[in-house]
């Protein structure tokens, strides 16, 4: 397996993709690129609060 602590970051996103499914962002160390998939909501991603 690799490394990701420290190296990358997950983050939900507000947007559920279905029933056991929701996008998450990907985002690199070492990259501007910044990757949108699905991952099973069992996932344990960090999440983004914002107060209005």
């Known amino acids: ?3 990701t602590i420290g190296n ?3 983050w939900w996103s507000s947007t559920e993709y ?4 929701a996008w998450r962002r990907h985002l ?3 990259s ?3 990757s ?3 991952n ?3 996932y344990g991603f960090s999440v983004r609060c914002l107060r209005d």
């Open 1 to 3: 397996m690799v490394q």
């Open 8 to 10: 990358n970051g997950y």
């Open 18 to 21: 279905d029933a056991t499914g």
């Open 28 to 30: 690199y160390y070492d």
């Open 32 to 34: 501007t690129h910044v």
């Open 36 to 38: 949108r998939v699905t």
């Open 40 to 42: 099973n909501k069992a």
